[in-house]
């Protein structure tokens, strides 16, 4: 009796761990293993990567030509799209000499071609300042709405 019980229990452990779907493991949430998660998880991790480099170029090419970032203030003339990209960038990386970029996801919701990513940034940076180099260090939360665009995930906001 003891031994039909035990391999009931083993049996339904089985049945309940074969069919959960598929995780993306590494990543710091549970996040189901499909192949928009894998884009935009990758997509993520290529903005990290062109951010520490500087590379604007990169940066960029992740952008929708839709792109349009109000600065999450009311005023309109702090707002720019995907033609004043190059300049934010430039006027950004202008002073900082290292930098580096730590990001832990938080969510990701992704609804037909569009997504949102929630997540979390440390951004540890070396600027140069009239009073000489100064590290500086920025930790906070920030959101990236996509576009599916062509097949490819493109940055729509929040850069």
Not at 46 to 55: G, L, M, P, T
Not at 80 to 90: N, Q
Not at 116 to 131: A, E
Request: glycine share 6%; aromatic share 8%.
């Amino acid at each position: 009796m003891k031994i039909a019980s035990a391999a009931i229990i083993v049996l339904a452990a089985f049945v309940a761990t074969s069919c959960t779907a598929k995780r993306i493991p590494g990543i710091g949430i549970s996040l189901a293993d499909t192949p928009d998660n894998r884009a935009v998880v990758k997509l993520m991790d290529e903005y990290r990567d062109a951010v520490e480099h500087k590379d604007i170029d990169r940066l960029l090419a992740m952008a929708s030509k839709k792109f349009y970032e109000d600065s999450g203030t009311p005023e309109t003339d702090d707002d720019y799209g995907y033609d004043g990209l190059k300049e934010h960038f430039t006027k950004h990386f202008k002073q900082i000499k290292k930098l580096q970029l730590n990001i832990q996801l938080k969510k990701v919701n992704i609804k037909d071609s569009k997504a949102k990513v929630d997540y979390r940034y440390v951004t540890r940076y070396l600027m140069d300042l009239p009073s000489g180099q100064k590290w500086q260090v920025t930790d906070e939360l920030n959101r990236l709405e996509l576009v599916k665009e062509q097949g490819k995930w493109k940055v729509l906001s929040g850069f």
